[in-house]
């Protein structure tokens, strides 16, 4: 059996990357690989069962980088290499290097998620994403396609794909378990907190509505203290727990915040739609893109409109919600989702 092996810094339940990568996993053994995973780090509630294998010097923050001998004998036998970001974001310079020298010459699809210049601190940065041309570029949106484009890369859009018929969760026990009544009103922004979620604007959207607040992803990047600071300036009651089941997470939801000021997709508003919940998203560039394949979601800067539909007969709220569910389905499915990666790899003549 054809051999695969996805790359990344690490794999955890709730990041994107990670959901996405688990997704193309999936979509790689339909195609006839056996799939198996490398990182710098996993975390709990990691719970796919296929090969994972940890390598030092991989992981963000790593103190040194991983020794090209053992990426070497690690990946011996694999027949295409996906790399998650690991090659697209300087969040280990050295470690990006280390792997691309290591892939020269053999195939292996880099699947971009950011690049260094949409994010205003790795704008300085300019020896990534490297290329090769053994490799494929693939990108999760066409503003980055382009871009790439405009910088000499070829790439090709695959953008994320969703379970169509997602699990439903269990709202009323995710409700007690955070002391809700029947009649609260709960804001729940799925995110890790790091400045470009916005909090901020996650937390006065739920002041507007008269609502709870429940950020379910820890801080990271050293955004602790500031956290605390909005957090605890909140008018509104406010519930920071992590939470890594997410279809509980929007059956106990009212309304999805994602009032983003800059995302390589954004997940949690498709997640949203396909569990029919209304969503507040922000205007983060790629946010448009996604908006043009038909969905209608609310502005994050907007409360009113929100409130407003909230309090609309039942069947104007389904209409909507109806909607945003079929354009989910239609557009951004695992299906329509594999069906490109498979075209991808047809015309590089990489299939089993």
């Not at 106990?252 to 029919?276: C, H, I, K, M, R």
């Not at 498979?342 to 299939?351: P, T, V």
């Amino acid at each position: 059996m054809s051999r695969c092996t996805i790359v990344s810094f690490r794999f955890g339940p709730t990041d994107g990357v990670s959901v996405v990568a688990r997704n193309w996993a999936n979509a790689l053994a339909g195609l006839g690989f056996g799939v198996d995973f490398l990182a710098g780090a996993v975390e709990p509630g990691w719970d796919d069962d296929r090969p994972l294998t940890l390598v030092e010097g991989l992981g963000v923050g790593a103190s040194g980088p991983p020794k090209a001998d053992r990426l070497v004998e690690v990946l011996r036998g694999t027949d295409l290499v996906v790399v998650e970001n690991l090659c697209s974001l300087p969040l280990n310079p050295s470690a990006a290097r280390v792997l691309a020298g290591v892939l020269r010459g053999r195939p292996a699809v880099l699947h971009h998620h950011d690049l260094p210049w949409q994010r205003t601190r790795f704008a300085h940065v300019t020896d990534l994403p490297p290329d090769d041309p053994a490799w494929r570029h693939v990108t999760v949106n066409d503003l980055t396609r382009q871009d790439l484009a405009e910088r000499g890369i070829a790439a090709t859009t695959i953008r994320n794909g969703f379970d169509p018929d997602p699990p439903l969760g269990d709202r009323q026990s995710t409700r007690d378990r955070l002391g809700l009544g029947t009649d609260d009103l709960l804001v729940v922004h799925p995110v890790r907190a790091i400045p470009r979620k916005a909090v901020g604007r996650a937390v006065a959207l739920a002041e507007s509505l008269d609502a709870t607040y429940w950020l379910s992803g820890p801080a990271e990047d050293g955004y602790g203290p500031d956290l605390a600071g909005e957090l605890a300036a909140a008018r509104c009651p406010v519930i920071h727990a992590s939470h890594a089941n997410r279809p509980d997470l929007y059956a106990a939801a009212d309304v999805v915040a994602f009032p983003s000021t800059w995302e390589g997709f954004g997940n949690p508003p498709v997640e949203a739609a396909l569990a029919q919940r209304p969503v507040a998203v922000g205007d983060y560039p790629v946010a448009d893109e996604l908006r043009a394949l038909g969905f209608a979601w609310f502005d994050a800067g907007d409360p009113e409109s929100l409130r407003d539909w909230l309090a609309s007969p039942a069947d104007q709220r389904e209409t909507l919600l109806a909607h945003n569910r079929e354009v989910a389905v239609e557009e951004l499915s695992t299906r329509r989702m594999a069906e490109g990666l498979e075209s991808l790899l047809a015309e590089a003549g990489w299939l089993p």
